[in-house]
């Protein structure tokens, strides 16, 4: 975790705080499969490997906000019925999956 949390510190403190609630709550630690793209990571489900979170660095235009520094994003797979309780209280894109 130690090598993990390492690349977390290198972005903001709240990347820090998302990893680290990631690895306490569900034993998932970042991966980076990217090979031009290190800011950006891959959480799986340690039971079955498949990817339940991806934090991304991406332009802000592509979210339709002015300029074009980066943001920083977290994609959740998650139960569609979550969205709007995820939604409450935050500045968020959501886009539920179908």
Known sequence: MADSM???QAGTNQKARIVQLIW????A?????FKNDTASAVFR???NQKWF???LRIPKARLGLAG???A???????DPILVS???RGSRAFLRPTT
Do not use: F, M, T
């Not at 306490?24 to 034993?27: D, F, K, L």
């Open 45 to 47: 489900c340690p039971r």
């Open 68 to 70: 074009n520094a980066p």
């Open 6 to 8: 390492a690349g977390a």
């Open 85 to 87: 309780s995820l939604q």
């Open 24 to 27: 306490e709550r569900y034993g």
């Open 29 to 33: 630690e970042e991966e980076h499969p």
């Open 72 to 78: 920083e994003i977290l994609d959740l797979k998650c």
């Open 53 to 55: 979170a991806v934090l």
